[in-house]
């Protein structure tokens, strides 16, 4: 760690977050004898905390979201002169950056056409889940309610998307749920059910929700939620065939298909969006985190126009629009920052660079994988890379989940900031992320790598 020893803020304002801020998804027990971590300077992929000690932020803001990096001064200009000129109106109206945002985004998505914004990628998915309600009343006479999701997959916090998520661990002590919401098996080949067709995997898995929809009643399902490449869930591409048939299942029981790029989305895989990689069509692409790198709250619900249609043909006019509103989808600060985010990605051709350094991070963990036992698969796609710690890579048997735990601390001791899977979450199997800015350099990965390496050998 580059320990500069130069408090960068005052001890009151560490203070005044260790008496009065209730951190997310920690527990402040830790806090009382040592103090909060506080980020207060970043500048391209590197964060300093309050003691002014520098880290190689290789999680992108520890959630996948700075995606163009650090102290962009570009996008904080194009905020402030849209901020003083007009800030906010609700989305009841057009204002001129969320205008011309919509259309850049369309000509990344051409199959899509319809965007409506909101501020996080649960609200995004919530605004989905009741498009896809209310075109089972208007379309199907109150059938088609159902909606699936897939054990692993993460939807959002809220107690709706937690309704659609497939991880027990982080669902725990919050229902009642929502009810309609039915999930489908995984798709991580590693951990292939009992019964899985190995050599078929792909399309086996894909079969799997095929059954679920015959189980439940084809007239009752009316859409099919994924994220592209599972994220907290352990980092799971789907095997080869899998979204071939998932589309073809889609098309037969005329379910809308609704992928969720909250992280895929705005280039961390090397496309713009994730599913663009396996050709597939969805009917609605919901999008959050790097749409504006945490410049400004920002995300939206993409939908088709077939989709939006449905919202038209309606004979009484009070039913046939869309009856939702977030009063903060009408700051501009969004999508004035999303339009020079994306101009970022494509000046300094940073698809390109996810490609490249995407190969080079996963070459490098692969001969991790050669050196440490521990280290029982990795995967990954572009600059979302991660792997899976095992007691025995024979039998699979998933590490000490305190040892995922003891890795993120060693790499932070040497500044450098990982992704782990959350405590909670043992039967996720201890997955180590990786997801730096998409600017990161061949050398970043060699200083993340070599911090890994090092945690590797002093924790195995
Ligand atoms: N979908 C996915 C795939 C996510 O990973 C997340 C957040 N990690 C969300 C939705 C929810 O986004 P937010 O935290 O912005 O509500």
Redesign the pocket.
């Known amino acids: 760690m580059n320990n500069v020893t130069e408090n960068l803020i005052s001890e009151t304002v560490v203070e005044s977050d260790r008496s009065h801020v209730w951190h997310h998804l920690s527990q402040h027990k830790a806090y009382e004898n040592s103090d909060p971590l506080m980020i207060v300077k970043g500048k391209g992929v590197r964060v300093w905390d309050a003691k002014g000690n520098e880290y190689l932020d290789a999680v992108s803001g520890a ?2 979201t700075v995606n163009v990096g650090y102290g962009r001064t570009e996008i904080a200009d194009a905020v402030r002169d849209q901020l003083v000129t007009m800030n906010y109106f609700a989305q009841t109206a057009g204002n001129v950056p969320a205008a011309q945002f919509a259309e850049r985004l369309i000509s990344k998505m051409p199959s899509l056409s319809r965007v409506y914004y909101s ?7 919530e605004k989905a889940f009741k498009i896809v309600r209310q075109i089972a009343d208007k379309k199907y006479g109150g059938k088609k309610r159902k909606i699936l999701f897939r054990e692993r ?6 107690i709706t ?1 937690l309704s659609a998520t497939g991880q027990s661990e982080r669902r725990n002590q919050y229902g009642p749920f929502t009810p309609g919401f039915v999930e489908v098996p995984h798709c991580c080949e590693y951990r292939a059910q009992e019964g899985a067709d190995i050599g078929n995997y792909g399309v086996w898995a894909a079969d799997q929700i095929e059954r679920v929809i015959l189980a439940e009643g084809p007239d009752t399902v009316g859409a099919l939620c994924l ?1 592209p490449i ?3 869930g352990g980092i799971i591409e789907a095997p080869h065939g899998y979204w071939e048939r998932v589309q073809q299942i889609c098309k037969k029981y005329d379910i809308l298909l609704h992928i ?5 989305g705005l280039g961390r895989t090397g496309k713009w969006f994730g599913y663009q990689h396996y050709g597939i069509r969805p009917d609605i692409v ?1 999008m ?2 790097g749409v504006a790198s945490g410049y400004a ?1 920002i ?1 939206c619900t993409v939908t088709t126009e077939d989709v939006f249609e449905a919202f038209k043909e309606d004979d009484d006019p009070r039913m046939g629009y869309f009856r939702d509103i977030s009063t903060f989808a009408g700051c501009t600060a969004g999508p004035a920052a999303a339009l020079v985010n994306m101009q970022i990605i494509e000046d300094e051709k940073l698809l390109d660079n996810v490609t490249e350094q995407g190969e080079y991070l996963r070459g490098r963990l692969n001969q991790l994988m050669d050196k440490y036992e521990v280290i029982g698969d990795v995967r990954g796609k572009g600059l979302f890379a991660g792997f899976e710690l095992v007691k025995d890579r024979m039998t699979k048997e998933p590490a000490d989940e305190n040892l995922c735990m003891a890795i993120a601390a060693h790499c932070m001791a040497n500044g450098v900031i990982i992704g782990r899977t959350n405590r909670s979450f043992a039967t996720l199997n201890n997955n180590i992320c990786l997801s730096p800015p998409l600017i990161v350099t061949r050398d970043d990965i060699d200083v993340i790598i070599q911090a890994l390496d090092n945690a590797l050998q002093d924790l195995t």
């Open positions: 959630v996948w501020n996080s990628g649960s609200e995004a998915n997959d993460y939807h959002g916090t809220t998307t994220e599972t994220a907290g969720d790029e909250v992280v895929c919901t959050a985190k709250a995300s």
